[in-house]
């Protein structure tokens, strides 16, 4: 069995639905022997308040200053890097950019989760079926071709917004596979949701976990497509037990090859 080196997703109680002391993540970390670790809380947007699900701007110093000493504290026993989890919007692109030029951040990764229009929130699953699954898989594979993230959280998310896999499902899965081997990014094997809910049934038919959905990783080991692991902790006690056997079902049951070791020393991004 292939041992995971890293982890790049995982979250900081200033999101409002994460808990527990940064410190204790990475001591989990070191704890599972990872080699990489990144934080990448759902990215804090200037002058927006969405309680519960991103820290407020005045957070934002507070998450830098905290990462930054735990790296330098832990540095001889794993490689700490700075991030944020971020919703493609066009409005934001510039500020995403500025995060990683200003070397605030090591690294962004993609999770589209809702969009802001007029500084309202919209959750995709508050659209009708069709609207909802062509928004999020245009939003997402624009957000892929910015070059701004490091790779794509929970591309399936998109199975919890229905309960069927039919034509128009698939045709956003091979959208966004075709979009990632494009644009070359890899697509996150996400650990969160079948850590926390198990699987579930779709269509009242057959059962799945809701991500990582099955069919889509069939389709996804049929492509080029890069494929990593992403733990999504909201606990510490996540670091550590992460939900191994999921990927290890998802490897067996699809044949897709996970990247096991990823180190994002040298290149965090295509536009650095
Ligand atoms: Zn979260
Ligand atoms: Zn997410």
């Given at each position: 069995?292939?041992?995971?080196?890293?982890?790049?997703?995982?979250?900081?109680?200033?999101?409002?639905?994460?808990?527990?002391?940064?410190?204790?993540?990475?001591?989990?970390?070191?704890?599972?022997?990872?080699?990489?670790?990144?934080?990448?809380?759902?990215?804090?947007?200037?002058?927006?308040?969405?309680?519960?699900?991103?820290?407020?701007?005045?957070?934002?110093?507070?998450?830098?200053?905290?990462?930054?000493?735990?790296?330098?504290?832990?540095?001889?026993?794993?490689?700490?890097?700075?991030?944020?989890?971020?919703?493609?919007?066009?409005?934001?692109?510039?500020?995403?950019?500025?995060?990683?030029?200003?070397?605030?951040?090591?690294?962004?990764?993609?999770?589209?989760?809702?969009?802001?229009?007029?500084?309202?929130?919209?959750?995709?699953?508050?659209?009708?079926?069709?609207?909802?699954?062509?928004?999020?898989?245009?939003?997402?594979?624009?957000?892929?071709?910015?070059?701004?993230?490091?790779?794509?959280?929970?591309?399936?998310?998109?199975?919890?917004?229905?309960?069927?896999?039919?034509?128009?499902?698939?045709?956003?899965?091979?959208?966004?596979?075709?979009?990632?081997?494009?644009?070359?990014?890899?697509?996150?094997?996400?650990?969160?949701?079948?850590?926390?809910?198990?699987?579930?049934?779709?269509?009242?038919?057959?059962?799945?976990?809701?991500?990582?959905?099955?069919?889509?990783?069939?389709?996804?080991?049929?492509?080029?497509?890069?494929?990593?692991?992403?733990?999504?902790?909201?606990?510490?006690?996540?670091?550590?037990?992460?939900?191994?056997?999921?990927?290890?079902?998802?490897?067996?049951?699809?044949?897709?090859?996970?990247?096991?070791?990823?180190?994002?020393?040298d290149k965090k991004n295509k536009i650095l």
């Amino acid at each position: 069995m292939n041992k995971i080196q890293y982890c790049y997703h995982s979250h900081t109680y200033r999101c409002g639905h994460a808990i527990g002391e940064d410190e204790d993540y990475i001591k989990k970390a070191i704890e599972f022997g990872l080699k990489n670790y990144g934080v990448s809380d759902h990215v804090i947007l200037p002058n927006i308040i969405q309680e519960g699900m991103r820290g407020p701007c005045t957070l934002l110093n507070n998450y830098l200053d905290s990462i930054k000493k735990l790296k330098e504290k832990y540095q001889k026993q794993i490689n700490i890097y700075t991030g944020f989890e971020c919703e493609y919007m066009p409005q934001y692109v510039e500020y995403y950019h500025s995060l990683l030029k200003e070397k605030k951040v090591d690294y962004l990764i993609l999770g589209q989760h809702c969009y802001f229009k007029d500084n309202q929130v919209v959750w995709y699953h508050h659209l009708d079926r069709t609207t909802c699954l062509t928004q999020y898989t245009n939003h997402l594979i624009k957000g892929m071709s910015t070059g701004l993230f490091l790779y794509v959280a929970h591309p399936d998310l998109f199975m919890g917004f229905t309960d069927k896999w039919d034509d128009l499902t698939k045709e956003c899965a091979q959208k966004i596979i075709d979009a990632a081997v494009k644009y070359d990014i890899p697509l996150e094997i996400n650990l969160a949701h079948a850590r926390v809910y198990g699987m579930r049934e779709f269509a009242g038919v057959f059962t799945y976990y809701q991500y990582p959905f099955t069919p889509f990783w069939d389709m996804v080991a049929k492509s080029k497509a890069k494929v990593v692991i992403g733990f999504d902790a909201h606990r510490p006690i996540d670091v550590l037990y992460p939900g191994v056997e999921v990927v290890d079902y998802i490897v067996k049951a699809t044949g897709v090859k996970p990247i096991y070791d990823l180190s994002i020393k040298d290149k965090k991004n295509k536009i650095l």
